[in-house]
């Protein structure tokens, strides 16, 4: 199975005051934070190692996926089995690297500092805000549909997209289709005004990259805003006829800024066991 790239070491601005010592990948979504929702994500669909790319002060994400000896004690101790198996099970989940983004230099960036670590012919890149609930998992149809389309994708990019409206295009990474194509894409624009391109499909946090993208991130360089954006290497593998879409099907949370990890919170909360008290909370404070 492919590895997963998690870029991890943005400054969160948008969940700023709370992200300014916690990193916003550590703020929790009923009961855990939004960084394992994406790293279960990756183990249940069979990936066996990840690689962060943090940056100082997100010491934290790492330390969550390892033993915690003082606490597995302390738990022993006070006859807690369930929580010491849920606390265990963390550091057993999946095989656990990290690496240093020194300057914050944009995803691309981001993604390139881990090209040392993988020697695949591709790896996922996840984003470790953005929360998905399927079956099967937003990963899972990334490779159904590298399968699907065989041959012809052998050595090309699958990215997840969805559709969005005009007022969301300039938010997010957009792809376009080659004329008569249903899942090719001719070009990449990083959020582009919605007068600009006739495309609504965006680009959403889950990507499946043949490793030669890291030369086209290398070679591309700086774009106009002056950061290395992963979109510009995107559109590279567009030309070239590498590149398709996987249309997503299921839930999609950004949980990067207040109303998304809001609707987070209430969207899990609901299919938990204290699902009955939220809704009578939501009742209340509706009046």
Known sequence: MFPAVIPVAGWGTRSLPASKSIPKEMLCVCNKPVIQ?????AAQAGVKRIIFVNSKGKSSIEDHFDRHPE?????????KPDLLKEIQALSTLIEVHSV???????LGHAVGVAASMISESHFFVLLGDEITDASPSGIQQLLNT???LGAEAESA????VTKVSDAEVSKYGICE?????????SRCIEKPKASDTSSRWAITGRYLLPRDVFERIV???KGSIGEIQLTDALDALAKEGRLYICEFVGKRLDAGDALGFLEANIYF??????????KNLLKEYSK
Do not use: H, N, T
């Not at 929702?37 to 994500?41: D, F, K, P, Q």
């Open 219 to 221: 070679k591309l360089g």
């Open 269 to 278: 909360y609901l299919k938990s066991d204290l699902k009955d008290k939220v």
């Open 100 to 106: 240093r983004q020194k300057e914050a230099l944009g």
């Open 157 to 160: 990019g699958v990215v997840m």
């Open 146 to 148: 590298r399968k699907v």
């Open 37 to 41: 929702y994406v790293v279960e994500e």
């Open 71 to 79: 606490l597995e004690s302390f738990l022993k101790k006070k006859s």
């Open 177 to 185: 289709l080659q004329a008569g194509e249903k899942s090719k894409v």
